[in-house]
């Protein structure tokens, strides 16, 4: 069965520090995602992507964090100045469209220190 | 705004019990609504999903959930529960023109040998 593939598994990084997250999504899906899990909390959306573009960002996607889809395959998340309070389970996600759900990669965990 | 309450943050259950979890959306329109297990450091599997049609719908391992509109309700249920299905299980629903999710706080299941 087709996967979404999330490198690396787990991420340390210093406070200040620029961090990129990648994905790899299903290859014939159309809509790409970032979420992200802080310990203990629950699921939060980040970011959509279709057609090459962002198409909604929650409150949370500040000016820190970009996404790129810089070859066709390949769906990047970067944080520019990690804070201690980046430190959680980034999940990436991909879907055909609106009647199939979605494929979860199995998360990034990023430790700012 | 979308929101989705799992009112139970734990519950405990002997092996070979039956298992209800309750979840309850808010939304205008039909909702498409998930449920996601989450074992602990693993990413999110979909059990389920519920679109439209048959208001009871089969997921993978066992588990089932059912749609009622008049209580704004998806309700998760397996009739015996095996120790293998102790997790995190989250509710989610979807709507809008770019299908994000919006999750729940999850409910921790214990299984009890």
């Known amino acids: 069965e087709p996967e979404v593939t999330q490198t690396p598994s787990h991420q340390v990084t210093q406070m200040g520090q620029e961090v990129i997250l990648r994905c790899v999504p299903i290859s014939n899906h159309l809509y790409f995602y970032w979420y992200r899990q802080i310990l203990g909390q629950k699921v939060e959306f980040l970011v959509s992507?279709?057609?090459?573009?962002?198409?909604?960002k929650s409150e949370i996607f500040d000016d820190q964090f970009s996404v790129e889809r810089p070859d066709g395959s390949n769906f990047t998340l970067k944080i520019r100045s990690t804070k201690l309070e980046d430190s959680a389970m980034y999940f990436c996600?991909?879907?055909?469209?609106?009647?199939?759900?979605?494929?979860f990669g199995s998360g990034t965990r990023l430790t700012v220190v | 705004a979308q929101s989705v309450t799992q009112p139970d943050i734990h519950i405990t259950v002997s092996e070979g019990a039956s298992l209800e979890l309750r979840c309850n959306y808010s939304?205008?329109?039909?909702?498409?609504l998930f449920w996601y297990v989450q074992s602990p450091g693993q990413g999110l599997q979909l059990l389920l999903k519920y679109f439209s049609g048959d208001t009871l719908v089969q997921g993978i391992k066992g588990f089932e959930a059912e749609f009622k509109r008049s209580q704004s309700s998806f309700n998760l249920r397996k009739p015996s529960v095996h120790w293998s299905d102790a997790a995190e299980y989250f509710c989610?629903?979807?709507?809008?023109?770019?299908?994000?999710?919006?999750f729940g706080k999850g409910t921790l299941l214990t299984v009890n040998p």
């Open positions: 939304y205008g329109a039909t909702p498409y």
């Open positions: 989610a629903q979807s709507g809008g023109s770019n299908y994000k999710l919006t």
């Open positions: 992507f279709y057609n090459n573009e962002i198409s909604e």
């Open positions: 996600a991909s879907s055909p469209g609106a009647n199939y759900g979605y494929t």
